[in-house]
Each structure stands twice: as C-alpha cells, then as structure tokens.
C-alpha cells in the first residue's frame, strides 16, 4: 500500500540526537503504518550509522542509506530522498529536532481536505531549559513582523498571501505534495548550508495552492553541546558563503518569476537574520571575520541599491560601518547589539514619544 508521507532524514553525527527524532515519528498520531521513513546517513564518523540501521531493521517502513562520504550539508541526501520517496506527499526532518505528536495527521488531513500543493505549520524553538515561539506566530507588537501569520490560509497562491515568504525559509514545518515537487522538478542546492531557503521559495513561488495551519508541528533544537554544535549555531567561513550563494539564486528566483519582489518581501529579515550571524563570529580571528564581510559585502550593499533602511538605529550604524569598509567598528557595534544592555536601551528608545517640532 502507498504510504501517506514520505519522511526524509538527513543525517550526521547525530548519535546524541536521532533517536528522540525517530520516536517523535513513530509516535505520531496518523499511526507508523502510513509513514514511509528515509534516512540518510550523510557519512558520519559517529554512531548514527547503527542506530539508524537498528531502526530500519526493527519497523518494514524504516528504510536506512548510507553515503561513502560527507556531502558537505544536507540538499544531498534530502534530494536522495526525494528520489527513493513513494508517499502521496513528502515531510523533512532535521535529526536533532522533533515533531510535535499530532504534526502528521493535522498537515496531512490539511493538505488531502484541500488538494494543497504545499501546508506550513508553525514551530518552536526548545533547549534543556525553555521553549518558545517564533514572533511572527504570537500576537506582538514586534515591528519585524507586522503580518502575523495567526489565522489559517487555504489554497492561496503567494501572491495573494506574500507574508508566508516571511516565515523562516525552512522546509520542515511543511508537507508538500509529492507530484508538485516531481513535476516541477524542485530540488535542493547540494553542498551548500542554506539550501532550505532556496527550496522553500521555490516551492513557495511555483505553488498554485498553499495553505497555512497555526499549529505546532514543529519543535527546533538549540543545541547546548559545544562539542557538536550545528553549522548554523556556530558559523564559519563556509556559511557565510553558502548565505552569499543562496541569496544570489533566491533573487534570482524572484526575478524570474515576477510574482513578488525580493527586497519589498524578504531582504530586510534576511538582512537581520545575517548581521545575528555575524554577531556569533567572536570566536574566530579578526582577518577570518574579515574575510566573511568581505564575502557578503554585495548582500548588505544592496541596502543602498534598493533604497530601504531597518527601523533599527544599530543596525543602520552596522551597515554604514560595513559599506564604507570600517570593519573593526561594525564588529564592535555587531556585538553589542546582541547583549543585554542594548536590548534595553533600544527598548527605552523604540518607547519614548516623539516630540513634533
């Protein structure tokens, strides 16, 4: 019988991780019977190989592959999947989140109530010690998002709905259907961190019937363990070039399509989303941090290009800092923007009534 879902799992070394990742699956309360499960070893030097094996040994529908060697990030092995899968529609899973209990069923019958090419729900983030929610799913007054995404959407075509783009370009609070992503032939940048962006507005681009459930159905790690953070907790030069790639396809994507534009949509989140990234670079050499504004210096001039300017004073501060080369002082100011006492002060200043002159 054809399985409901396809689940496609990247995986490496994520020995500490994956099993809480399986059971969250098998878990769910659609039933394991209607799941197909992929997992794809992405050449760890760890454990996972075993542990997932031992899984695809224990349950029919658990199916476990093996590449030689590292890809370099995940678009490889989630393509692979993509191949392998014969579900009605397909799921991703990171291996070191989870699933909430209920997320298959709600995304499914969603998606088979609507005929959807594509579902989104909302996520959390977790650690050991808290959970929370991302700003744009909370009512706020948080002037990054002023749309929230709060009330369910069905079967509208982007442009009808532009503020799903302003979701986190990710693809695993999604389900997708399996013939949309085969016929469109939509597959994941390989060897590139980002990938999930340029599928997700891809998708998200070619779609003619999104929907939107906010629910839960998601829960994202932070991880604690700084012997294996994850390539995106504690970037190195290689992101930063990948972001710089990833965008480059993404406007361009824009541009073919026509439907919406890049800078009016999504530039200034992803510009932001950037300078936080930078902020967690400290730990690496002056000339090393150098090197990575160097390499996105075209990103963060387009400021200028396409005239818009974040409502935040440090980070305007920041990109002036950056456009006119003064590198040292845009590192400074980049680190303080992310501690306690900016945050406070720029609370203080967002508050403060404005005199009319």
Not at 27 to 37: A, P, S, W, Y
Not at 197 to 218: G, R
Not at 223 to 252: A, M
């Amino acid at each position: 019988m054809k399985p409901k879902i396809s689940m496609i799992l990247p995986i490496y070394n994520v020995e500490e991780y994956i099993e809480e990742a399986l059971e969250s699956i098998i878990n769910q309360t659609m039933g394991i019977e209607n799941l197909e499960v992929i997992m794809v070893n992405d050449g760890s030097a760890d454990n996972s190989r075993l542990i997932i094996d031992e899984y695809a040994g224990k349950y029919k529908n658990f199916k476990s592959f093996h590449f030689d060697k590292p890809s370099g990030a995940a678009g490889s092995p989630r393509n692979f999947g993509i191949q392998k899968a014969i579900g009605e529609y397909i799921m991703f899973l990171d291996p070191d989140d989870l699933y909430t209990s209920n997320a298959c069923e709600l995304l499914y019958n969603t998606a088979k109530k609507y005929d959807s090419d594509i579902v989104m729900g909302t996520f959390e983030l977790f650690n050991s010690k808290k959970q929370w929610q991302h700003p744009l799913f909370i009512k706020s007054s948080n002037k990054m998002f002023p749309n929230k995404l709060i009330e369910p959407k069905i079967n509208l075509k982007i442009e009808e709905s532009p503020e799903l783009l302003m979701a986190p370009a990710i693809a695993v609070t999604k389900i997708f259907k399996s013939d949309f992503i085969k016929d469109k032939d939509i597959n994941f940048p390989e060897g590139m961190v980002s990938e999930d962006a340029v599928f997700a507005v891809e998708s998200f681009l070619l779609a003619e019937k999104i929907s939107f459930i906010p629910h839960t159905v998601y829960r994202y790690r932070q991880r604690e363990n700084d012997r294996n953070p994850s390539i995106t907790q504690k970037p190195k030069l290689k992101f930063f070039q990948d972001f710089s790639e990833s965008r480059k396809i993404i406007i361009s994507l824009y541009e073919e399509h026509s439907i919406l534009k890049y800078k009016q949509v999504r530039y200034l989140l992803d510009l932001e989303h950037l300078i936080f990234k930078l902020s967690q670079t400290n730990y690496l050499s002056y000339e090393r941090r150098v090197d990575i504004l160097d390499t996105v210096y075209w990103f963060i001039y387009k400021s200028k290009d396409f005239e818009l300017a974040p409502n935040d004073i440090g980070t305007k501060y920041i990109l002036d800092f950056i456009i006119d080369k003064k590198y040292n002082r845009a590192f400074k100011l980049i680190y303080i923007k992310r501690s306690k006492m900016y945050r406070i002060i720029n609370k203080i200043v967002n508050y403060l009534p404005t005199t009319k002159k």
